[in-house]
């Protein structure tokens, strides 16, 4: 299904004309302006190896996805545990987030939930 959605995404980001339209998930609209973004708050598992990660946030990046933060919440040596706030492209992308995330093998997503915030996990990030 990623394959498929993606290959869409490319189609439609050929024609600039239909952007507008497709940004509001086939709704059609006499305006020229994209949907509002939805803003999520994501809790992902996935497996502790390099390129697991990378995996997720390049298939968010396909998607339209805009990460707005991220942060690791523990590692096992096993299995990773990652928060994001992420603003999401439409109710299409939004309802079929997490199916399309789990396409990902060994991903798992634990929670996704309405935010009004990008500030959510800004608050436990820390210098080092």
Sequence with gaps: ????VIRFLDVV?????RRATWRCNGRETQRR??????????????P??????????TLLGRLGVDIRQMRVLGRDGTVATDEFVVSVP??????????LIE??????VRSIEPTN????????????
């Design 48 to 57: 502790d190896r390099p390129g697991s990660l990378g995996q997720v946030t």
């Design 1 to 4: 299904m990623v394959d498929i």
């Design 33 to 46: 302006q994209a949907c509002p973004m939805s803003l999520r708050h994501v809790i992902v598992e996935l």
């Design 90 to 99: 439409g109710p299409v992308i939004d309802r079929m987030l997490p199916e």
């Design 13 to 17: 980001n050929e024609f600039p004309e």
């Design 103 to 108: 396409e990902i093998q060994g991903v798992r």
């Design 117 to 128: 915030s990008d500030s959510g996990i800004s608050g436990a990030i820390v210098a080092v």
